[in-house]
């Protein structure tokens, strides 16, 4: 009775490492043959906005490289939350991954009831690009620097309101960033989405927003709003006449909005660095390069522990000035 007990144990041991034998194997070999099937690319905002653009521009990238479908899903809604959580819980195996905009870093410490952690859920895969926001103002308020903005905001306190594209936004909280440096006494008007904003400051409701390249450059050209300065820390080669914000008196403000990939936490190293270098490829590419740069945008490429320490910082550059404006968004 005694030797057939052993005899069981024996049996169970010997299947239970061949079990493991057999799977360890299988993993690594599924981390070497990835992608083998078409992979998710999650954005938090609506099509046609600059997060799913450059979204889609990578995706056909890197469905060339890895000769896999690399779809992009749109999931809007809360700030992008909704699609951060989403990916945040997906299956860490690299097949669904998150389009991240700095909206996100900013929601770290914005929302006080966030149902994730985007520095604990969320792996770094790489950045993708980075979009200057634009300082635009209606024609008619008779100012043609930031400084004279500044100054006339200063003459009539009270009296100017900046739009966003919704509270909590990268555009709002440059708006605040710069009432903080500037001291000002100007009022924050929220939209739902740049396009309302936008048609708001040309029709003359609001007198300037910080708005990303993009959407704001189209107006710029046709003469219908008036660019005082760039946020970043060089010239933009789409507005290669407007001056930084640092040219125009305001050293260190620099602010980009900016996009990159991020993967649940705990999907395999071996996977996020494919992924990396694969990124890392296409943004070398002279095609890509001039789509972006025609976007008013520029790539930089990042290693997976460069992206990881740049979002860290993003989380506590944006929750400092969350902090100072005293915004919140339940």
């Known amino acids: 009775m005694q030797v057939s007990k052993i005899s069981r144990i024996r049996r169970a041991s010997v299947l239970l490492l061949t079990g493991l034998a057999t799977a360890l194997p299988f993993s690594v070999s599924a981390q070497a043959n990835y992608p083998d099937k078409s992979v998710r690319i999650v954005v938090g905002f609506s099509a046609g906005g600059s ?75 790489a950045l993708g690009a980075k979009v200057p926001n634009l300082l635009v103002v209606n024609p008619k308020v008779p100012v043609n620097s930031v400084k004279e903005l500044v100054a006339y905001a200063n003459k009539n306190p009270g009296k100017l309101n900046f739009a966003s594209s919704g509270s909590g936004t990268s555009i709002h909280m440059t708006g605040e960033l710069f009432k903080i440096n500037t001291k000002i006494d100007v009022s924050h008007i929220p939209y739902k989405g740049s396009s309302p904003a936008m048609t708001d400051l040309v ?93 008013g945008a520029t790539s930089q490429s990042m290693t997976t522990a460069e992206f990881g320490d740049f979002v860290k910082n993003e989380v506590k550059v944006w929750g400092d000035v969350v902090k100072a404006s005293g915004a919140q968004v339940d």
């Open 51 to 125: 997060t799913d653009v450059v979204a889609r521009l990578l995706a056909k990238e890197l469905g060339e490289e890895f000769g896999q479908s690399f779809i992009v899903e749109n999931k809007p809604g809360a700030g992008s939350n909704i699609a951060a959580e989403y990916v945040a819980r997906a299956p860490a195996d690299g097949y669904t991954l998150l389009m991240m905009a700095v909206t996100s870093t900013i929601n770290q410490t914005l929302y006080p009831n966030l149902k994730f952690d985007i520095l604990k859920d969320l792996t770094p895969v």
């Open 203 to 295: 029709g003359g409701q609001v007198q300037f927003m910080f708005d990303n390249m993009p959407s704001a450059l189209p107006l710029v050209q046709s003469g219908k709003l008036r660019a005082l300065a760039v946020t970043s820390p060089q010239r933009s080669a789409a507005v290669p006449d407007v001056p930084t914000m640092a040219e125009a008196g305001f050293p260190g403000f620099d602010v980009s909005s900016w996009f990159g990939l991020m993967a649940p936490a705990k999907t395999p190293d071996a996977v996020v660095q494919k992924l990396n270098a694969a990124v890392a490829k296409a943004l070398a590419s002279p095609e890509l390069k001039k789509r972006l740069a025609d976007l």
